[in-house]
Nanobody
Framework: VQLQASGGGLVQAGDSLRLSCAIS????????MGWFRQAPGKEREFVAA????????RYADSVKGRFTISRDKVKNMAYLQMSSLKPEDTAVYHC???????????????????WGQGTLVTVSS
């Protein structure tokens, strides 16, 4: 499975941005999708996740109410719609895929099996 994230850029505080993640390879398999981010000098942290089989989603407290994760199974795409962006949202954002095992959405990097390269989001104040 290959993941390709895109959509990052430089925005101002309060702006919106949508990140995309293209999924290719063994796309006939079912995967939960997640977004993580890593700011300079910090560890990679969980942002959001969405389950393959249903509408279940999970968000980090820091983005709840501002970010929305979604997916398009037909197009094999995952998205992260980010609104009301803050300077502290500045980071490299990575999409990840977890083989669906039926026990819910993970928030740890170890819960995910495949990773894409990151896309940089910079929010200026």
């Amino acid at each position: 499975v290959q993941l390709q994230a895109s959509g990052g850029g430089l925005v101002q505080a309060g702006d919106s941005l949508r990140l995309s993640c293209a999924i290719s390879g063994r796309t006939f398999s079912t995967y939960n999708m997640g977004w993580f981010r890593q700011a300079p000098g910090k560890e990679r942290e969980f942002v959001a996740a969405i389950e393959w089989t249903g509408p279940s989603t999970r968000y980090a407290d820091s983005v709840k109410g501002r970010f929305t994760i979604s997916r398009d199974k037909v197009k094999n795409m995952a998205y992260l719609q980010m609104s009301s962006l803050k300077p502290e949202d500045t980071a490299v954002y990575h999409c990840a895929a977890a083989i669906y095992r039926g026990y819910g959405l993970g928030e740890s990097t170890s819960d995910y099996d495949f990773w894409g390269q990151g896309t940089l989001v910079t929010v200026s104040s």
